[in-house]
């Protein structure tokens, strides 16, 4: 028998709120991967780090606060919690894989491929994870078509975003990026909502686990409170908003060659040109 599923129980209430929290995690995450592109190597790992578990915290509170939204007509909905706790893990870790690879190879060709790849492997894995820790008196199955479909979103849409984390084009920049990056993920997780179905057993036995409101709800004050304060971070680093370096590149250009400053450790001092002509133009005699 196959089971009624829902994905939006409260309508438009929890798509909306899971797409604003996307969107701040990949805000944030873009703009400290940003923030390690301008500065010093030594501080470059704790930014990326940041990063890391911004966009991870962010994508895994999305998933659930979407999935609050989820119910079967014909059965309750439960949640194991250690398989939950470990989709957030995996979220983290897979996104900062491919954070650090873009932060120390550069946002370009086979960095930003392989980056963008791990990082969007990492965001499906959570969903399908956390998916893994439900408990109904049923059986999930998936359509492998649309499995296949919300995996590829998942790729392009971190590569897409990781390689705006690299252009280093400002505040607003990395806001349109992380819209962008919200929508995509967003439309991954319904993609692969879309790509599930439920068949149910035939006894009424009740599922182990907790309950969506008794478990997701709890477990979203850590990630939520993480986020807030690396939004405190991004608010009070001027060079985090306004995207520039405090350091400023050597000019570098083909035919013009590098000032050097020389020491002189004696000797005469050096003359200016200006001062040499005069000296000459005095001791050339005039003719009257």
């Known amino acids: 028998m196959q089971g ?43 930014w ?13 509170t999305m998933h659930f606060i979407a999935m609050m939204g ?6 309750p909905v439960h949640y194991d919690r250690p398989t939950t706790f470990a989709s957030l893990g995996v979220a983290i870790v897979m996104v900062g894989i491919g954070i650090f690879i873009v932060g120390y190879r550069g946002a370009s060709g086979a ?30 199955e998936y359509n492998t078509l649309t499995v296949s479909a919300s995996v590829v979103i998942a790729v392009v849409a ?18 349109g990026a992380s819209l962008v990056m919200g929508l995509a993920v967003t439309g ?13 057993h035939g006894t009424s036995s009740s599922p182990g686990g907790d309950s969506a409101a008794a478990l997701l709800a709890p477990m979203m004050i850590g990630p939520l409170a993480f986020l807030c304060l690396a939004g405190v971070v991004v608010m009070f680093d001027p060079l985090m908003v306004m995207g520039k370096p405090d350091w ?29 002509r005069a000296q000459r133009r005095s001791r050339t005699p005039q003719s009257w």
């Not at 971190?158 to 806001?175: E, I, K, M």
């Not at 991954?188 to 879309?194: E, I």
């Open 4 to 46: 009624t599923v829902d994905g939006f129980t409260y309508g438009l209430v929890t798509p909306l709120v899971a797409y604003l929290m996307a969107c701040l995690g990949g805000a944030l995450g873009l703009r400290c991967t940003t923030r390690s592109m301008l500065v010093a190597r030594s501080w470059r790992a704790g």
């Open 48 to 60: 990326l780090a940041l990063g890391s578990a911004a966009i991870g915290s962010g994508i895994w």
């Open 70 to 75: 989820f119910s079967v007509e014909q059965t």
């Open 111 to 140: 960095a930003l491929f392989t980056g963008g790849t791990i990082t969007g492997l990492g965001v499906a894995s959570m969903h399908y994870l956390g998916m893994a820790g439900m408990r109904l008196n049923g059986k999930l």
């Open 158 to 175: 971190a590569t897409a975003a990781l390689w705006a984390a690299g252009q280093v084009r400002g505040f607003l920049w990395s806001v």
């Open 188 to 200: 991954m997780h319904y993609t692969g909502m879309a790509a599930l179905s439920v068949h149910l």
């Open 248 to 276: 400023t590149p050597a000019e570098n250009r083909p035919g013009v060659p590098a000032h050097t400053a020389v020491r002189r450790t004696g000797g005469r001092p050096p003359v200016r040109r200006g001062r040499v």
